[in-house]
């Protein structure tokens, strides 16, 4: 993800169990079939919007597509060169990820993503749940953006909504300390403080960073969260 966290929240997490339903929930699948869609909902735009912005700051349609899959074909020593030449900071480590496909065409990048639905690499970790949030949040990035919605699947939601409670890589510790988060079309809550809530999609939008998103939430808890976005 784009976001380096400035500061870690300390103390417990109060996380509500994830609902029965979707307990045992074949993340790896979960993950594969999320690139699929969105490899299909890429398909369907025209050239000219490949190049528009997205909610994801400063990248565009084309380059949120290649960043998806941009790690899954490093291995250890690459990746660790790529971190030393951006020192450290997410931002430039993505930038050189990126580097590499910006000479491809809308059609390069949509071949390499259907060729990539399995996630590979870094992008797996964590039984595919970094892929996952990814995914989820990117291809909101994208839909957003467009102006053209969709209903995301429950358990995609609540999975990716786990992970970047606490993923290092998103800042969800940092901008959700103090608040309860709960989510009011799926089965999630977590945190402990003043609650802020509103549909899974809005909450993970805003707990990934991403501007504007924060005012379809509400609660006591709203401005609190919505302060920490506008923070960076």
Known sequence: MREVIRSQARGPRVVQPAPASLRGVDIRRVARDERADFAAFLATLPPPQ??????????????????V??????????LLGYAARGRFWSSRINAIALARFQALTPEELLALLMARLEPRGLPAALGCRVALVECVIH????RRALGQPRTVPPERLVTALRWAM??????GLWRTRGVRVVATDVGFAAGAGPVVHGPAEALLMTIAGRRGVARELSGPGQQKLASRVDLG
Request: aromatic content about 8%; glycine content about 10%.
């Open 50 to 67: 490949w190049q528009a912005a997205t909610l994801c700051a400063g990248w565009r349609v084309r380059d949120v597509a290649a960043h």
């Open 139 to 142: 291809h909101q990035d994208v």
């Open 166 to 171: 606490i993923g290092p890589d998103i800042g």
């Open 69 to 78: 899959i941009s790690y899954d074909e490093l291995g250890l020593r690459e």
